[in-house]
């Protein structure tokens, strides 16, 4: 009788579960199966309104209305045939050479300028539109909050640090840390398809989507390497590529049009004259150095870790990423109260503290310790090494910070040491007057190769390979005479 009871309560306990799991559950707009809800619309929508302002700060707008309104068109034309046109959709262009598009919950959809620049149509434009509406409407972006909620932690650029660097204040994006965590497979291959539904049901050619992605697997391996985030989160792209060439054959045999746009042309003179690469006004890498021409200063970089510029700071990281340095405005203009106040907000044990001012600049260095609250009961907190200067210059006191874990710290000190007092007054002209590079279109004077044709505008021999990508062509490929293509002024261009 007891072991009935037991059974019974089991069962019972079984069924209650269901019940629970049932009603934390809603159905996928895109599959109508139902799937495990973890937050409601209202929350995405919420989620997704509130990263939106922090994408922007972090990244810049890029000013481009015509581009900026063809993206937005097309985005809102696509959405509304989408599963989820009630969504507040938003279309944004960000200024940044990667070349990447992401979204975040609620239909919020961000291209670069980057990837821009290498698209060659606009029906590929429509297929990687496609996709990212894909990720909000069969809510991947939900499902990668739920992650980040359990303890993942990305970081701008797809790098990946321990959880104990990334809790640390203001410095590692806290707010931002969704938008560069990884899709799986599935929700990528997923997304594909609904790149494919969605372009072709606007009109576009989706085949052309597949032609993309021979782009991507080039830039995967190219010198430039200007696609980590694309590349590392989604699947091979050769697969892709077969895969949705068969796809789109087979939503045009059900779709039934006939003739689907693919609109170069009109591409390529939408985007004659964007910026190309990096904005030197906002300053550029160079010779393993830092310059910023805006704010005229410069800094060196150790060596073999990355730089990550954003309107509001400039981020490296060490190659095992387990140390990260930050340069970015500090409050006021006197380095002293900057550099107390620093101490005061993240509760800095100050071990020591220097007045010496840095290649003429007044400057407070500090060397000190964080320590963080354990993050889950019964864990020990962990102890964070920094070391920061605050210097005074044109009118701007600039904070340059270092840190790592205590066990960690000294394997890093020598090289933030060495950035840091590096810091000066940028004065050459050649870096101070440096100019963009911006994507020139340029109609073949003659039935000639690609390579023939950028020779006869003047590109120099090591930038080839790279406009080839960048039109998607081979070097050796024939342009018919007025046969529009990609070529490249300003900079050291010309």
Not at 1 to 25: D, E, H, K, P, W
Not at 52 to 61: F, H, L, R, S
């Given at each position: ?110 291209f670069t300028r980057g990837i821009m620049a290498h698209f060659n149509n606009e029906a590929q434009f429509a297929g990687v539109l496609g996709h990212e509406i894909g990720h909000v409407t069969a809510r991947h972006t939900v499902a990668q909050q739920a992650k980040q909620t359990l303890g993942q932690v990305g970081l701008i650029g797809g790098m990946i640090l321990s959880p104990e660097l990334a809790s640390q204040g203001q410095s590692l994006m806290q707010g931002m840390q969704l938008l560069f965590l990884k899709f799986g497979r599935d929700a990528e291959s997923q997304s594909d398809k609904l790149g494919v539904e969605y372009s072709t049901g606007i009109g576009y050619d ?289």
């Open positions: 009788m007891q072991r009935f009871i037991n059974n019974q309560l089991s069962l019972l306990l079984i069924m209650a579960m269901a019940v629970m799991t049932f009603q934390n559950c809603s159905t996928n707009p895109v599959t109508g199966k139902k799937q495990l809800a973890f937050m409601s619309e209202e929350k995405e929508i919420a989620l997704g309104q509130s990263y939106d302002p922090q994408v922007i700060a972090e990244m810049g707008q890029y000013q481009n209305p015509q581009m900026a309104q063809f993206l937005s068109e097309k985005g809102l034309a696509m959405a509304r045939t989408s599963h989820r046109p009630n969504l507040p959709w938003k279309f944004t262009l960000v200024d940044s050479p990667v070349v990447n598009a992401f979204a975040v919950p609620g239909g919020f959809v961000y989706a085949k052309e989507m597949a032609g993309f992605f021979g782009t991507l697997s080039r830039l995967s391996g190219g010198a430039e390497n200007r696609v980590p985030e694309f590349m590392s989160t989604h699947p091979d792209p050769d697969n892709r590529e077969v895969r949705v060439q068969q796809l789109a054959q087979q939503y045009q045999s059900v779709d039934g049009k006939g003739k689907y746009e693919v609109g170069r042309d009109s591409y390529l003179r939408l985007i004659d004259g964007m910026i190309y690469g990096e904005d030197p006004a906002q300053g550029f890498v160079e010779g393993g150095s830092f310059y910023h021409p805006g704010l005229k200063f410069q800094f060196k970089i150790p060596g073999q870790w990355t730089l990550i510029n954003a309107p509001t700071q400039v981020q490296m990281v060490s190659p095992d990423q387990k140390s990260i340095m930050q340069m970015k405005l500090a409050q006021g203009n006197d380095q002293n109260a900057a550099a107390q106040s620093f101490v005061q907000e993240a509760k800095v044990n100050v071990i020591n503290s220097s007045n010496q001012s840095i290649n003429g600049l007044p400057a407070t260095t500090i060397l000190g310790e964080v320590v963080q609250e354990a993050q889950q009961q019964g864990q020990k907190g962990q102890t964070i090494s920094v070391l920061a200067s605050f210097i005074s210059y044109g009118g701007n006191t600039y904070m340059m910070l270092g840190m790592a874990l205590k066990q960690d710290f000294n394997r890093y000190q020598r090289d933030i040491e060495y950035s840091i007092g590096t810091f000066a007054q940028l004065t050459d002209q050649s870096k101070l007057n440096r100019k963009p590079e911006q994507i020139h279109i340029v109609s073949s004077a003659r039935s000639q190769t690609l390579q023939q044709a950028l020779q006869a505008d003047r590109i120099p021999q090591d930038r080839h390979n790279e406009l080839a990508i960048l039109n998607g062509m081979e070097l050796n490929q024939t342009l018919p005479a007025g046969t529009l293509f990609k070529s490249l002024s300003g900079g050291n261009i010309k």
